[in-house]
DNA sequence: TAGGCCATCTGGTCCT
DNA sequence: AGGACCAGATGGCCTA
C-alpha cells in the first residue's frame, strides 16, 4: 500500500502541523502543535522584538494590563528613538493567542489550498492524458488546460475539425517535455512528429489541415518560464533529437492510420492506431504491451475536439467502424466518469457542430 | 546531487 | 476584527 504523496509530505514534512488533522481532532492537535512549535514561536518573538512588533503588538492590546513595561532600548545610543505605539511585552497569555490566531489561520490557509488542490484535480479530469498514476503537475495542468480551451474555441471558430497532428501541437504549445511526451503517449504518437521543423518534411497529404491550428494567432511565448523546456515546442527539449527518418517520425500512429484530413479514404483499411472511439475517446485499445504503456496509462477525452467533427459528416477522425477499444486499468478515469454537467457541455458542442 | 514539485507556515494586504 | 488571498521562505520527496 503505497502512500499518497501527499500523506508522506503530510507525514514528513516539518511543520508537524495538521494535514492530518480532522475538526474533531483539531483542537488537541493544535495544543500539540503549540508545544511543537513553541520553540519556534518564542525566538520569533524576540525577533519580533528587535525589530518590528507592530503586528504582534497590535494584536491583543486589551487585556495584559499586568505587564505594561514598555522595552527600551537604553543602552542602544546607535539606534534612532522609535516612533509611534510603545511596544508591549510578549506575555505569555498574549503568546497563547497569537498561536491561536495562527493556528487557526494556517487552519484556513491549509484547507484553502486543499480547495484549490481539489479544483486542479477536477481540471486535470476534464484536460486530456488524465492519469491517477502520472499526474501533471499544478501549471502543467494549467498549460495544457489552457491550450485545450484554445484548440477547442478554434474549432468551434473555424467549424472545422483539426487533423491529430495539429491538434497536438496545439495542446503541447509552451508545454514542458516530459508533458509533451505524455500527451504524445496518449496519442501514440512520436513527439517529433508535430514539432514544426519537422512537420515540414511530412508529405502534404498529412500536413495539417487546418493552418489555424498549426499555430496561434496570437504569440505563446512564456516569458519568465522557469527552464528552457518551457515556452517552446524546439525539438532540441522533446526527444533529444536524433536524426530520424519520415517513417520515425510518423511512428507508430500514422503507419496504419488513414490520412487525417480524409476519413473517408478508401485507402483505409488497416486497424487504427490510436484507437478513437465512436465518440472520440482515445484509449489504447490492448493489453499495455509495452514499458511505457504499462507504466502511463492515459485517455484523451477531447470528445469535442477532435471526435465531433469530420470533415464532412461531422464524425470522429476516424470511421466508426473502428475497433473500439478500451484499457483495463482501473486508474484510469473513464470518460463515463465525468459529471453530468461535462457531458451536457460536450453534448452542446455535438450539437453545435450537427447544427453548422 | 541538483533541480523540480509540493505542502505548509507566515506576514502583509485587502475586503466585508 | 476577522477572513480571504497572496507571495516568500522552508524543508521533504522524487527523479534524472
Not at 484547507?111 to 488524465?130: F, I, Q, T, W
Not at 500536413?207 to 515546442?233: I, K, N, V, W
Not at 476516424?318 to 466518469?337: F, L, V
Amino acid at each position: 500500500m503505497t502512500k499518497s504523496y501527499t500523506e508522506q509530505t503530510m507525514m514528513s514534512s516539518e511543520p508537524q502541523d495538521s494535514a492530518t488533522w480532522t475538526d474533531e481532532c483539531q483542537r488537541s492537535q493544535n495544543e500539540q502543535d503549540m508545544e511543537k512549535n513553541n520553540g519556534a514561536l518564542e525566538s520569533m518573538h524576540g525577533g519580533l522584538e528587535d525589530d518590528d512588533e507592530d503586528g504582534l503588538n497590535r494584536l491583543d492590546e486589551d487585556d495584559e494590563e499586568e505587564e505594561e513595561e514598555e522595552e527600551e532600548e537604553e543602552g542602544d545610543d546607535q539606534k534612532p528613538k522609535r516612533r509611534g505605539p510603545k511596544k508591549k511585552k510578549m506575555t505569555k497569555a498574549r503568546m497563547q493567542r497569537f498561536k491561536m490566531r495562527r493556528h487557526k489561520a494556517n487552519a484556513r490557509e491549509r484547507n484553502r489550498m486543499h480547495g484549490l488542490n481539489d479544483a486542479l484535480e477536477s481540471l486535470r479530469k476534464v484536460v486530456p492524458c488524465y492519469s491517477k498514476t502520472q499526474k501533471l503537475s499544478k501549471i502543467e495542468t494549467l498549460r495544457l488546460a489552457k491550450n485545450y480551451i484554445w484548440a477547442l474555441s478554434e474549432i468551434l471558430r473555424s467549424g472545422k475539425s483539426p487533423d491529430v497532428i495539429s491538434f497536438v501541437q496545439a495542446l503541447c504549445r509552451g508545454l514542458s517535455q516530459p508533458t509533451t511526451n505524455l500527451v504524445a503517449g496518449c496519442l501514440q504518437l512520436n513527439p517529433r512528429t508535430f514539432l514544426p521543423e519537422q512537420t515540414q518534411e511530412i508529405p502534404s497529404h498529412m500536413q495539417p489541415a487546418s493552418a489555424s491550428f498549426a499555430a496561434h494567432p496570437y504569440s505563446y511565448q512564456t516569458p519568465g518560464l522557469p527552464s528552457p523546456p518551457y515556452g517552446t515546442m524546439d525539438s532540441s527539449h522533446v526527444f533529444h533529437v536524433k536524426p530520424h527518418s519520415y517513417g520515425s517520425a510518423l511512428e507508430p500512429f500514422f503507419e496504419t492510420a488513414l490520412p487525417l484530413t480524409d476519413c473517408t479514404s478508401p485507402s483505409f483499411d488497416g486497424p487504427l492506431s490510436p484507437p478513437l472511439s465512436v465518440n472520440g475517446n482515445f484509449s489504447f485499445k490492448h493489453e499495455p504491451s509495452s514499458e511505457f504503456e504499462k507504466n502511463y496509462a492515459f485517455t484523451m477525452h477531447y470528445q469535442a475536439a477532435a471526435g465531433l467533427a469530420g470533415p464532412q459528416g461531422h464524425g470522429p477522425i476516424y470511421p466508426s467502424s473502428a475497433p473500439r477499444c478500451e484499457i483495463p486499468m482501473e486508474n484510469i478515469m473513464s470518460y463515463e466518469g465525468h459529471t453530468h454537467h461535462e457531458r451536457v457541455m460536450n453534448a452542446q458542442l455535438n450539437a453545435i457542430f450537427h447544427e453548422s
